[in-house]
């Protein structure tokens, strides 16, 4: 378990792309760097990156500028990386922001061009394949002789976001909200409950969709592309995990001015920058692993007794219904028609802090959609998401 970033690398050097970086797109950045936003800064953002759109636009003759991955400002902000939403101005904090920002695009890249690192366990080297990542990743026909490229972009960012933040263009408008795929948070799986999701559980929600939910099913695609597009998720799950991982760190365990990695000095002095950029590669192959594993932790769900709809059967639920073993009745309610315990907020939504207004005023102008409470299903409506039938 890789805990603290003073980890001694034991690794081949590998060439540091900070060119790519460097490179952005003139649309994410401005002269003064990407995370240097006056507050209100999404308004500003828009209106700036609008203007600025339609210049480079004009001006380079092309149309779309090149979407970035938004970093996580709410989990910085529910960190207290920075403690309220003025705090993002501070020139320290936005060099550490963009600290964090680098070392994941430096290992997994960018919404057009995905990378991944490179592991010393090589097990971890064959989980997702890059091939496959460039189908899903880009624009929407991204290469039109082949037909490939931008499936995410065509069928699943309007609600998940490009980032998978879960916050796409029409999130806000449905309930429940789409998943923010960066926590490796999911429901709809057989293996334990820390433990993510199989490729198998993935490929079959993206093929049934999720009944009573706005999630579709993806039926119509080729099995290869709904295949691309769960390794696609997978990869903005581990990305998204990596990326919190390295908010607590900086939150947690860095010193008073003190760098994540020190991508500045790194010419000065090779081998700090090289144990820096092993322990990175290390703090990556954590969710990579888990990810990996989940087919080994599936949950055997042994069939239904033959008399599962015998008189005597269904009494001994309703028993097991009432229960303080299992409190079903004490959420779903009496007569199960969900009126139970509904003051409750999902685990998605906790990180929010709904209970306190200042809190989340700040999460909310992050990007953060409205907490809601969890509603208790009405067992006798009959729908059932996560059920075996189509
Ligand atoms: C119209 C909106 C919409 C679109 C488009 C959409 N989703 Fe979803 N998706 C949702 C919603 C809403 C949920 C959450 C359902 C819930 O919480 O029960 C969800 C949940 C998921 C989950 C989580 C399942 C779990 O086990 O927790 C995955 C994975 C997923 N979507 C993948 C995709 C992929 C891949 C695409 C594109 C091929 C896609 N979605 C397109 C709305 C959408
Ligand atoms: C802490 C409150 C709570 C308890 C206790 C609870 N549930 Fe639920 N249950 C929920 C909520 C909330 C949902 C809706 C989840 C969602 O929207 O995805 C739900 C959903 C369900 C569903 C729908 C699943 C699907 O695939 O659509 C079933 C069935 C269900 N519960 C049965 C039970 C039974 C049986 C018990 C007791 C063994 C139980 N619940 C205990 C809160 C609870």
């Given at each position: 378990m890789i805990t603290s970033r003073r980890i001694p690398a034991n690794r081949a050097s590998e060439p540091i792309r900070l060119i790519q970086y460097a490179a952005r797109p003139v649309d994410s950045r401005s002269d003064r760097g990407?995370?240097?936003?006056?507050?209100?800064w999404r308004l500003q953002y828009f209106i700036v990156m609008g203007g600025l759109m339609i210049l480079v636009g004009s001006a380079a003759g092309c149309g779309t500028p090149k979407p970035q991955f938004e970093p996580n400002l709410a989990f910085m902000r529910y960190q207290k990386?920075?403690?309220?939403?003025?705090?993002?101005?501070d020139p320290e904090l936005r060099e550490q922001i963009d600290d964090i920002e680098h070392a994941v695009q430096w290992l997994f890249g960018t919404p057009d061009a995905p990378k991944l690192p490179e592991f010393d366990?090589?097990?971890?080297?064959?989980?997702?394949d890059l091939d496959r990542l460039k189908r899903s990743a880009?624009?929407?026909?991204?290469d039109l002789a082949e037909q490939t490229g931008g499936l995410y972009r065509q069928h699943c960012a309007r609600c998940h976001g490009i980032n998978g933040s879960g916050t796409g263009l029409m999130a806000g408008l449905l309930k429940p909200y789409p998943r923010d795929f960066r926590r490796g948070v999911f429901k709809f799986k057989r293996t334990s409950s820390q433990v993510p999701p199989t490729r198998q559980d993935m490929m079959r929600t993206i093929e049934r969709g999720i009944p009573g939910t706005a999630m579709p099913s993806f039926a119509e695609l080729s099995e290869e592309d709904r295949l691309a597009l769960v390794q696609y998720v997978q990869y903005l799950s581990i990305r998204g995990e990596l990326e919190r991982f390295l908010i607590v760190e900086v939150a947690m365990e860095l010193d008073e001015g003190e760098r994540l990695v020190s991508w500045a000095t790194r010419e000065q002095n090779p081998d700090r920058f090289e144990e820096e950029v092993g322990w990175l590669r290390e703090v990556a192959s954590e969710p990579m692993r888990r990810w990996a594993e989940a087919a080994s932790h599936v949950t055997h769900v042994p069939e239904?007794?033959?008399?599962?709809?015998s008189e005597t059967s269904v009494s001994r639920g309703k028993a097991l219904f009432f229960t303080t073993l299992t409190n079903c009745a004490a959420c779903h309610g009496d007569t199960a028609l969900g009126d139970g315990q509904t003051d409750d907020y999902g685990d998605w939504a906790k990180e929010f802090e709904p209970g306190k207004p200042a809190a989340l005023r700040d999460y909310l102008a992050l990007g953060a959609l409205p907490p809601y409470k969890s509603q208790p299903r009405n067992l006798r409506l009959g729908v059932y998401r996560g059920g075996e039938d189509r």
């Open positions: 990407a995370f240097q936003r006056p507050v209100p990386l920075a403690e309220s939403r003025a705090d993002f101005d366990a090589t097990e971890l080297n064959h989980f997702l880009g624009p929407v026909g991204g239904p007794p033959e008399d599962w709809r």
